[in-house]
T-cell receptor
Framework: GAGVSQSPRYKVAKRGQDVALRCDPISGHVSLFWYQQALGQGPEFLTYFQNEAQLDKSGLPSDRFFAERPEGSVSTLKIQRTQQEDSAVYLC?????????????FGSGTRLTVV | DQQVKQNSPSLSVQEGRISILNCDYTNSMFDYFLWYKKYPAEGPTFLISISSIKDKNEDGRFTVFLNKSAKHLSLHIVPSQPGDSAVYFCAASAVNAGKSTFGDGTTLTVKP
């Protein structure tokens, strides 16, 4: 597709449930990023892949969060035993190179609500 | 400790006038700065960027100014149009670091 595609668009999870969020980056984009955006705040970095290699996972808030990109294209962000504080919009972004002077291309995000 | 700050949560301007959005940063390692625009229910869209070796970058109605000594950048939109109404995020990166650090955004409203 022409843009970054994220699914599902909305997810409601019961506290303690595991969730998996999917990101389809732009074809050929080497770099893929996950950000978390809480209401009224800017996106906060979670993790970064270059092809299939996870180069930076310093932003993952706890060991309940896990991300993978096994074939260097589609990525999945998994959250185990969800908590209410995990409620946020999860944004995926991709860029052509390791650092793109034209910024990232973001998807529309997955809004996660933990009840 | 927030490394990128946008101190004005909102800004309202009249159509045709100038919009000035401000951003401050604290981390001296940042050497690349970007502005993104976000409409409701969409992801942020890249608008314009500037490298720390420059103090100004222009793209049509949008100009970004960088004052390294003050660790301050601003986005000027001239003339402002109602379609510019959106949330604007300032972001900063260290080249080759991959990730960007974002401010909390400024909501711009352009009134017809």
């Amino acid at each position: 597709g022409a843009g970054v595609s994220q699914s599902p668009r909305y997810k409601v999870a019961k506290r303690g449930q595991d969730v998996a969020l999917r990101c389809d980056p732009i074809s050929g984009h080497v770099s893929l990023f996950w950000y978390q955006q809480a209401l009224g705040q800017g996106p906060e970095f979670l993790t970064y892949f270059q092809n299939e290699a996870q180069l930076d996972k310093s932003g993952l808030p706890s060991d309940r969060f896990f991300a993978e990109r096994p074939e260097g294209s589609v990525s999945t962000l998994k959250i185990q035993r969800t908590q209410q504080e995990d409620s946020a919009v999860y944004l995926c972004a991709s860029s052509l190179g390791g650092f793109d002077n034209y910024g990232y291309t973001f998807g529309s995000g997955t809004r996660l609500t933990v009840v | 400790d927030q490394q990128v700050k946008q101190n004005s949560p909102s800004l309202s301007v009249q159509e045709g006038r100038i919009s000035i959005l401000n951003c401050d940063y604290t981390n001296s390692m940042f050497d690349y700065f970007l502005w993104y625009k976000k409409y409701p229910a969409e992801g942020p869209t890249f608008l314009i960027s500037i490298s720390s070796i420059k103090d100004k970058n222009e793209d049509g109605r949008f100009t970004v100014f960088l004052n390294k000594s003050a660790k301050h950048l601003s986005l000027h939109i001239v003339p402002s149009q109602p379609g510019d109404s959106a949330v604007y995020f300032c972001a900063a990166s260290a080249v080759n670091a991959g990730k960007s650090t974002f401010g909390d955004g400024t909501t711009l409203t352009v009134k017809p």
